[in-house]
């Protein structure tokens, strides 16, 4: 079949983003030791955190011997640290020093990472995106910033959402073919990535609510073939999903739902979290970086932390020793960022909610259904636990990093019915994102 010249530009753009974002992602890497802007990881050779949990692994352990709460971060699933425990071994076996293994293991959440991207760009397909839809879906969830930190974030965050991703996928598939082989697939994806964080169950209702929707729709001819799949998949999903967290409370007492409390408390009434909007920087503000405030909107939190972490780019220049034209520029960069971020983010969510409410862009009723209960169980539990667990860590967006591809799906989906003033704002704003991301994050290699 010949292909257009569209079709050929389309392609040759997808491809340049493509690499554009494994360039990012391996630069970041490069310059970003593992102990470098990290969640709960420490590092190798300490007594606690998630680093000394893959040593814990690395050392002979096949489960854990002690109450996991004496060792702060010992109480996640076990996946990750297992498979990195694992790739240290294989290195060392090759002639690789054991402190390079450890420093390698990045490479693993670089490749989860892209994993992650191959499946949101398998997801856009699935909507048959194409044309400068597909290349902005694409571009929004190739080069966003929060998919760079954490290809070089050695916890089990990644690896979790690879995951709830690949989980969306093969939900959308099951749907159209609930054979034996998606339905096994979805019950590996779901419990491997609760055994790789159990918030990875986050997706659990939505492919619920599509098994229990396509059996509705079968009828009593089909009631028996269904309940024998799902029977398969409770007896795959639940064992690897829960073996852990039943296995600690009941050998040590630990409640399934354990996490303990880490970081700063958030001094704040509910109140000041929503409409507490200062914004004096473009990163997250803390008196103990020597910021006039604490910030703590949840909103805001949202948007930082998934394009910054909760780390002071141009703070870190300075500290560096560029601390002038260096530091300027970087906070110069970062506002630019921050900025054409919240555009994008302001711009998805308008138009995750166009696409949803309506069918004039997704017919299928099951399938709205299906994203809507992902995004909005998703964004609830996400402040719900900022509510609950008052913390500066607990504002990390990185929780729900997989709502990145879905709203970069919305995006390529409207952009198919909308104007083309808006088609021009959108296109142009995403071009000002993807080369500030670029800008910020190779210049942070002098931080």
């Not at 530009?9 to 890497?29: N, P, Q, S």
């Not at 294989?90 to 490479?107: K, L, P, R």
């Not at 760079?148 to 969306?168: E, F, H, Q, W, Y």
């Not at 503000?285 to 972490?309: C, H, Q, W």
Request: hydrophobic fraction near 50%; include cysteine.
């Amino acid at each position: 079949m010949k292909i257009s010249k569209d079709e050929k530009i389309t392609k040759i753009c997808t491809i340049a983003v493509g690499v554009l974002a494994a360039m990012l992602r391996l630069f970041y890497i490069y310059y970003t030791p593992v102990w470098r802007r990290q969640h709960d990881v420490i590092d190798f050779g300490a007594d606690e955190g998630q680093a000394p949990f893959i040593e814990y692994f690395h050392q002979g352990h096949l489960l854990l011997d002690f109450d996991p709460r004496e060792k702060w971060g010992f109480f996640q699933p076990p996946l990750h640290h297992m498979l990195a425990a694992l790739w240290i071994h294989i290195q060392e076996f090759i002639g690789i020093s054991y402190n390079a293994a450890c420093e390698h293991v990045q490479v693993l959440t670089l490749i989860y990472s892209l994993i992650t991207l191959y499946f949101a760009y398998l997801i856009f397909k699935y909507f048959k995106l194409k044309g400068l839809s597909l290349l902005v879906a694409f571009t929004i969830a190739a080069v966003h910033p929060g998919f760079i930190l954490m290809a070089g974030s050695i916890n089990n965050d990644m690896l979790a959402i690879m995951l709830t991703v690949m989980t969306m996928y093969f939900g959308l598939r099951w749907k159209d073919e609930p054979s034996w082989k998606y339905t096994i697939i979805l019950a590996l994806t779901i419990g491997l990535g609760m055994m790789a964080k159990l918030s990875a169950a986050l997706v659990a209702p939505a492919v619920a609510l599509i098994f229990i929707i396509k059996m509705i729709q079968g009828g009593t001819d089909s009631f028996v073939q269904y309940m024998k799949k799902f029977v398969v998949f409770g007896l795959i999903c639940f064992p690897l999903a829960l073996w852990s967290p039943v296995r600690n409370h009941i050998k040590f007492g630990v409640p399934v739902n354990y996490s303990p409390e880490v970081g700063e408390e958030i001094k704040a009434s509910l109140v000041a979290c929503i409409f507490d909007i200062r914004c004096s920087i473009p990163y997250v503000s803390r008196i103990r970086n020597g910021d006039p405030y604490d910030e703590f909107n949840v909103f805001l939190a949202m948007m930082k932390t998934s394009l910054f972490g909760d780390e002071n780019f141009s703070l870190a220049l300075a500290e560096a020793g560029h601390s002038g034209t260096g530091a300027t520029l970087m906070t110069g960069l970062g506002w630019l960022l921050l900025i054409s971020g919240a555009v994008l983010a302001v711009l998805c969510l308008y138009f995750t909610v166009r696409v949803l409410i309506t069918d004039r862009i997704i017919t299928s009723k099951e399938i709205r259904a299906f994203i809507a209960v992902i995004y909005v169980v998703s964004l609830l539990m996400y402040i719900s636990f900022i509510i609950k667990a008052p913390y500066y860590s607990s504002m990390d967006f990185r929780y729900v990093m997989y709502l990145i591809p879905i709203e970069a799906l919305m995006a390529g989906l409207y952009l198919t019915n909308c104007g083309l003033m808006l088609k021009r704002i959108l296109f142009i704003d995403t071009i000002i994102f993807t080369a500030s991301t670029a800008a910020v994050y190779i210049m942070l290699y002098w931080g």
